[in-house]
C-alpha cells in the first residue's frame, strides 16, 4: 500500500471509530452524558443542579465553581447529542432538546430539583413533576 492509502486508510479508520464513539454516545442519550461522573451525582443529590425545561442542566441557587463547570462539561455533551439526535429525527435542536427535557424531568428521584414550565425550580416529590402540556406527545415520541 503506498503512502496516500495508507494516509486515506488511517483517516477512514479514525472516521470510524470516531463514529462508533459518538454513537455509543448517543445510544446512551443525555443520560449518557452525565453517569459516570460523581461530581454530578453529588450536584444533584444536594440540589445544586437540576433538569430545566430546555434539555440542559440548571442552578436552582448560585454554583460553586465547580458546579457550574461540571453542568457545563454535561450540557456541552447534551448540546452536541440534541444536534446529531435532531438532524436523525428530522426536527430542531430546540425541539428535540424540549422533548428530552420532558423525558428527564419524568425520570427525576423524589428530592431532586426540576424546572416547572413557569421557570420555577421544584423539588421532586412522590408526585409526577410539573410539566408542559406539550410533554404529553413527547412521551410518546421516538427517541
Known sequence: MNRSNQSGFSNLRRAA????????LLAGGPVAAQN???????????????????????????????VRRTAEDVNIKRRAIYAERAIATHSTQED???TTACRLILKTRPGEKYQAPDGSWHTRTAETP???????????APN
Open 96 to 98: 428535540y432538546a424540549f
Open 36 to 66: 459516570t461522573n460523581p461530581a454530578y451525582a453529588a450536584a444533584r443529590a444536594a440540589g445544586q443542579i437540576g433538569e430545566q425545561i430546555d434539555g440542559y442542566l440548571g442552578f436552582p441557587s448560585s454554583p460553586s465553581a465547580d
Open 130 to 140: 410539573l410539566r408542559d402540556p406539550k410533554c404529553a406527545a413527547a412521551d410518546t
Open 17 to 24: 471509530l470516531g463514529g462508533a464513539a459518538l454513537g455509543l
